[in-house]
């Protein structure tokens, strides 16, 4: 049987501060960059328990000049190969403005929903995962359920911004696997 558009389940997950344990995005080489404890697990509990799982990654090292698409590249790589060795899979990485970028919750939005599209998956079974406003602003405004984690920027983002209506927030991306992928 051929899975439907609305049975497809897809986990959008913020690489800075949700999988990456560089919350700004600041390594600049490859070798710098590493997953959050249990992070790499995680997906693989939500990929085996039926999830489709994508990266969004902003574009703040090109923007920094920290580094060219190569190397940004090569950093997805590293971070995508620890989720594969704990058995997990991303399938796609999408790319948003950098943080302080102009228009960057219409144009994550916007990457959303292009994502969506190419994946064939609808909105209501998308769940965005961040630790910024921005992003769960974005995830909103594209139609997908948003949910806060309180690593990265997370706590800072609970306690200082208004967050998008039905943002429900959880510690950390295990806790919400566990949740997702029980």
Same mark, same amino acid.
């Given at each position: 049987?051929?899975?439907?558009?609305?049975?497809?389940?897809?986990?959008?997950?913020?690489?800075?501060?949700v999988?990456?344990?560089?919350?700004?995005? /600041?390594?600049?080489? #490859?070798?710098?960059?590493?997953? =959050?404890? !249990?992070?790499?697990?995680?997906? &693989? +509990? *939500?990929?085996?328990?039926?999830?489709?799982?994508?990266?969004?990654?902003? /574009?703040?090292?090109? #923007?920094?000049?920290?580094?060219? =698409?190569? !190397?940004?590249?090569?950093?997805? &790589? +590293? *971070?995508?190969?620890?989720?594969?060795?704990?058995?997990?899979?991303?399938?796609?990485?999408?790319?948003?403005?950098?943080?302080?970028?102009?228009?960057?919750?219409?144009?994550?939005? &916007?990457?959303?929903?292009?994502?969506?599209?190419?994946?064939?998956?609808?909105?209501?079974?998308?769940?965005?995962?961040?630790?910024?406003?921005?992003?769960l602003?974005?995830?909103?405004?594209?139609g997908?359920?948003?949910?806060?984690?309180?690593?990265?920027?997370?706590?800072?983002?609970?306690?200082?911004?208004?967050?998008?209506?039905?943002?429900?927030?959880?510690?950390?991306?295990?806790?919400i696997?566990?949740?997702?992928?029980?």
């Open positions: 049987m051929t899975a439907t558009l609305r049975d497809v389940k897809l986990l959008i997950v913020d690489r800075d501060g999988v990456s344990r560089d919350p700004d995005g /600041r390594a600049a080489r #490859a070798e710098d960059w590493r997953c =959050m404890p !249990g992070s790499a697990a995680a997906i &693989a +509990r *939500l990929v085996h328990g039926g999830w489709r799982v994508a990266m969004m990654a902003d /574009r703040g090292p090109l #923007a920094r000049g920290a580094s060219d =698409m190569s !190397g940004l590249v090569s950093m997805h &790589a +590293r *971070l995508i190969d620890e989720i594969d060795l704990a058995g997990g899979r991303v399938d796609a990485v999408l790319f948003v403005p950098a943080p302080d970028a102009p228009a960057r919750t219409a144009e994550a939005a &916007a990457s959303i929903e292009e994502t969506l599209s190419r994946m064939q998956v609808a909105p209501e079974s998308t769940v965005v995962v961040a630790d910024r406003a921005a992003d602003d974005a995830a909103h405004a594209a997908c359920r948003p949910m806060l984690v309180l690593s990265g920027h997370g706590r800072d983002t609970f306690c200082s911004a208004t967050l998008p209506p039905g943002t429900v927030v959880r510690v950390d991306l295990s806790a696997a566990a949740e997702l992928a029980p």
